[in-house]
């Protein structure tokens, strides 16, 4: 009996995405890090990033992600891409929405923070420690808590 008659889809790039993910979260030097998870998929514009080492990526759409030049995203965060559809009508099965996340320029996100679903962080951009992020951030703007609400424009 073969795999896909097992009910088993073997998806190449989606073993491919959580094996360099994987990767990218064990210790290197941090400018390692870039080359793993852009090989799993993820957008890295310019040259310039800090991803901590215990940053966890959406493995199922990887390629969703965007993360602008010099973003600085902390340990323990978390980008989810896609979410649960809960206006879907059928009741007996689990649908999930795609989203994008793109993370701007110089855009600090903190420790323990997780950003789901379809949300823009603009330029410069400040995500407090251990916030949940829903909803798109502006440019230059301070957010946090859960659900994370603006707090103060940049000075």
């Not at 360099?20 to 310019?46: C, D, E, S, Y």
């Not at 600085?72 to 896609?82: K, Q």
């Not at 603009?122 to 798109?136: L, N, Q």
């Amino acid at each position: 009996m073969s795999l896909k008659q097992q009910g088993i889809n073997l998806d190449l790039s989606h073993i491919r995405a959580v094996l360099f993910l994987a990767l990218a979260r064990i210790p290197m030097p941090r400018t390692w890090r870039k080359v793993f998870v852009r090989a799993a998929g993820v957008n890295l514009t310019g040259s310039k990033y800090f991803i901590a080492r215990d940053v966890q990526f959406d493995s199922i759409h990887p390629g969703n992600i965007t993360i602008e030049n010099d973003a600085h995203i902390a340990a323990g965060v978390r980008l989810l891409t896609h979410r649960l559809d809960t206006n879907n009508p059928d009741r007996e099965d689990i649908h999930f929405i795609e989203g994008q996340i793109t993370i701007g320029e110089h855009a600090f996100i903190g420790s323990g923070t997780i950003i789901t679903g379809n949300v823009t962080i603009g330029r410069s951009a400040i995500i407090g420690a251990g916030s949940v992020v829903t909803k798109s951030v502006g440019d230059y703007e301070i957010w946090a808590g859960n659900p994370a609400k603006f707090i103060k424009m940049r000075a």
